[in-house]
């Protein structure tokens, strides 16, 4: 049997293999379990202030069965773990700082292969990150969605139920009694949020990569197979140590071809943009933004799932799941089917008869749910280095308009103005809402998807225009324009927009155009001060050091990948 890794800690006979022993012997442990057998790592962003993954300790166990029966040696250990809901300001300032705990957690400790728990959005993305920087024999496994939620016989999805009700809350047609009293029917059982927003799209991005056992995107968290999934998992990273079957053979261009694609058709988020691309920079796979328009933009939606459609998660997963989207995908000819896949398989072999149980769900190639809905990048001189959005999210009547500018500096000035009902708006303004992205919030935070003044919604409007150089949750619709590159603080053009200038969004062409003349946008630059640096701590090194959207949001100096080699013992 090859040496494996863990046996630079485990195999020695000298003090220092007595030292990394003994105290691993303090848990019970026989002295068997150090005779070389495969170590898997279960890195596990399990806490009860993430409530999408509370019940990971639980989902560890099943893996655990698996690792144990495939003849290898399961430990646990935590790395942050970062909660959507509760994390302030906005559990993306943390993702790059989760991916260092990841990596160094890794690479520190006597482990030969890894099994990702991974559930809440940020909970994906900075464990790839980590993972892909040490570059071990790695299997992702998703916490699963939550069930549907339900209120007063009507399916309740998660976030985009909550900001359907804000607004009928704001145009007088929901009571307060009756906006909290769907609280409960919405989040009823362990899981993620149950709409396609970030969480599900990135659990199907982990299974279109090729980084999980297939089925891995939508079994609900509570079903037993969710379990089953589990400890498969447990017995296969065992073997992909044995094969040395490492992220970097897996995570090729292809794969994130593949995962594009794979966006695309199921109407995924707009945050996956950032993700795969800061997930590439780490494995030193070449992605830029104009790839997600180039592969996805001209694709189909064939998943009617909210935002973009009516169901919900559960429903894709009776359907058939992802492997149902990308059996359609390669029947379409637009899949790499020869991309391996963490089981040793090739993603072809694992979906080509994959089955579809509700074609309301799931839809056919040639009769999609909505044409042309990947996601769209915008260049122009309001976003020079590119901005996005998400047409299948959005009011078709508004993908080509001309609106005047009601601009909003910071988020609490628009908090502060936007339900004053002399606010000079109307339904042909462009709302643009600055210094929200990576610097400037800091952390670009979801808040993108700007509510509608009141006044506007009284009048039976259910959209307009907005733009920012902020992100939007997943679970959120409308015609809203996201990571305007550069963004505000860091001088992009964004800054310099001032209300009533003319703003031309034109998706078809991919346009985004400020129509003020280059001088006067110089002299306004000329005028233009950056925000003050934070003082001190994670932020300052996060200001200091963080790319832009159109780049992942990855910090600059944590692109790339170092492998698992460590030189020196600790004692
Ligand atoms: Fe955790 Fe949506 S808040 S997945």
């Known amino acids: 049997m090859k040496k494996l890794r863990s046996q630079a800690w485990f195999g020695r006979k000298d003090r220092d293999g007595f030292l990394y022993r003994s105290w691993m012997k303090n848990q019970g442990w026989p002295h068997d379990l150090f005779d070389g057998r495969p170590v898997i790592g279960i890195c596990n962003t399990w806490s009860e202030l993430t409530p999408c993954n509370a019940h990971f300790r639980e989902l560890a166990e099943f893996v655990k069965r698996g690792v144990w029966e495939a003849g290898g040696f399961p430990l646990e250990f935590p790395v942050m773990s970062l909660g959507e809901t509760q994390l302030r300001p906005t559990a993306m300032l943390f993702r790059n700082l989760a991916s260092m705990d990841v990596e160094e957690s890794i690479r520190g400790n006597p482990i030969d292969g890894v099994v990702l728990l991974m559930g809440c959005d940020k909970t994906t993305p900075s464990l790839l990150m980590g993972a892909a920087s040490c570059d071990l024999p790695t299997i992702g496994l998703s916490g699963g969605p939550m069930l549907s939620g339900k209120f007063r016989g009507h399916d309740l999805g998660s976030g985009t139920g909550l900001w359907q009700m804000t607004d009928q809350v704001r145009r007088g047609e929901v009571t307060s009694d009756e906006f909290f009293a769907a609280e409960s029917c919405m989040h009823r059982s362990k899981g993620h949020c149950m709409t396609m927003g970030t969480a599900s799209t990135m659990a199907s991005m982990v299974e279109a990569l090729g980084m999980s056992l297939p089925g891995n995107a939508a079994i609900p968290a509570v079903d037993a197979r969710r379990n089953t999934l589990a400890q498969m998992t447990g017995r296969r990273i065992v073997q992909m140590v044995h094969d040395d079957l490492r992220m970097s053979r897996i995570l090729t261009r292809e794969a994130f071809e593949n995962a594009i694609r794979a966006n695309a058709a199921i109407g995924g988020s707009t945050n996956a943009v950032i993700h795969l691309i800061a997930i590439a920079g780490r494995i030193g796979v070449p992605l830029c933004l104009d790839d997600f328009d180039r592969l996805g933009s001209a694709l189909p939606c064939l998943l009617n799932i909210q935002p973009s459609g009516t169901h919900l998660m559960e429903d894709f997963f009776y359907a058939g799941g992802l492997p149902g989207i990308l059996r359609e995908l390669g029947e379409a000819g637009v899949l790499n089917r020869d991309a391996l896949t963490a ?110 003044p009141p006044k506007v919604l009284r009048r039976g409007v259910t959209d307009m225009v907005r733009i920012s150089d902020a992100r939007m949750s997943g679970t959120a619709y409308g015609t809203v324009v996201l990571h305007a590159c550069p963004e505000a603080a860091a001088g992009g053009p964004i800054a310099l927009v001032q209300p009533g200038d003319m703003i031309t969004l034109d998706v078809p062409q991919r346009g985004l155009r400020l129509e003020v003349d280059d001088a006067t946008l110089a002299a306004r630059r000329a005028k233009w001060t950056p925000p003050p640096p934070p003082p001190r701590g994670w932020v300052k090194l996060y200001v200091e050091h963080v790319q832009q959207a159109d780049k992942g949001a990855d910090l600059d100096f944590l692109v790339g990948h170092s492998g698992a080699p460590v030189a020196r013992d600790s004692h």
Request: charged content about 25%; overall charge negative; glycine content about 8%.
């Open 343 to 452: 089981n040793g398989k090739s993603i072809w072999d694992n979906v080509a008869s994959a089955p579809c149980w509700n074609r309301d769900v799931i839809h056919a190639f040639k009769e999609p749910f909505k044409a042309d809905a990947g996601i769209a990048v915008l260049h122009g001189n309001l976003a020079p280095d590119g901005a996005v959005i998400k047409p299948s999210a959005a009011s078709p009547r508004l993908l080509q308009h001309r609106g005047r500018a009601v601009v909003f500096e910071t988020i609490e000035e628009y908090h502060a103005r936007i339900d004053d009902e002399t606010l000079d708006v109307d339904e042909n303004c462009v709302l643009v809402l600055k210094n929200c992205g990576p610097r400037g919030y800091p952390g670009m935070a979801e808040v993108g998807n700007m509510m509608l």
